[in-house]
T-cell receptor, first 113, second 111 residues
Framework: EAAVTQSPRSKVAVTGGKVTLSCHQT?????MYWYRQDTGHGLRLIHY???????EKGDIPDGYKASRPSQENFSLILELASLSQTAVYFC????????????FGPGTRLTVL | GEKVEQHQSTLSVREGDSAVINCTYT??????FPWYKQEAGKSLHFVID?????DRKQSQRLTVLLDKKAKRFSLHITATQPEDSAIYFC??????????FGKGTHLHVLP
């Protein structure tokens, strides 16, 4: 079965600090995504990637960077964490081609104080 | 930009009744419409989808209807059970595998 893992599962960060969220998939999927979930906003796309060493901006990229060093790994980086970035972050992958079904990781709960 | 509107933030039904969750989309180029389920405290998982070349798809107790003219699609759950209680997200995909999600509908199946 498709597997997407995220680390850490929970993190408390200080305002202005650097935060890195990691995602690893063993699906051999080409596409990977980072979303944030906030109450009342559903899921919003931050960054995505369809090939290693390349990332694309989603709908809310400001304040976030992404890195895709290999097909399996996709990181989300908050260089200067802010209170407004407190949220649950989900990573997802999908195969590409004619397959659009996304497989989600368990999520990372980030609290910025 | 493209939007997916999910019109009910909360929906309550009695166990055994049917539930209908409605969504609309703005981008006429949207070609794929998946639904995802998120149980309390958990991640999302795929439940059913429909492509723009059909107007109806059924999988067991779930049916998705698509009205391209109205840019509207809906999820119908029959004979609801307690385990159907969750947040349901509709979504649309246009190009480059960019997925636009609705804000979610919290379905409560009451005993």
């Amino acid at each position: 079965e498709a597997a997407v893992t995220q680390s850490p599962r929970s993190k408390v960060a200080v305002t202005g600090g650097k935060v890195t969220l990691s995602c690893h998939q063993t699906n051999n999927h080409d596409y990977m995504y980072w979303y944030r979930q906030d109450t009342g906003h559903g899921l919003r796309l931050i960054h995505y990637s369809y090939v290693a060493d390349s990332t694309e901006k989603g709908d809310i990229p400001d304040g976030y960077k992404a890195s895709r060093p290999s097909q399996e790994n996709f990181s989300l980086i908050l260089e200067l964490a802010s209170l407004s970035q407190t949220a649950v972050y989900f990573c997802a992958s999908n195969l590409g081609g004619s397959s659009y079904e996304q497989y989600f990781g368990p999520g990372t709960r980030l609290t910025v104080l | 930009g493209e939007k997916v509107e999910q019109h009910q933030s909360t929906l309550s039904v009695r166990e055994g009744d049917s539930a209908v969750i409605n969504c609309t989309y703005t981008d006429t180029a949207s070609s794929y419409f998946p639904w995802y389920k998120q149980e309390a405290g958990k991640s999302l998982h795929f439940v059913i989808d429909i492509r723009s070349n059909v107007d109806r798809k059924q999988s067991q107790r779930l049916t998705v209807l698509l009205d391209k003219k109205a840019k509207r699609f809906s999820l119908h759950i029959t004979a609801t059970q307690p385990e159907d209680s969750a947040i349901y997200f509709c979504a649309a995909i246009t190009n480059a595998y960019k997925v636009i999600f609705g804000k979610g509908t919290h379905l409560h199946v009451l005993p």
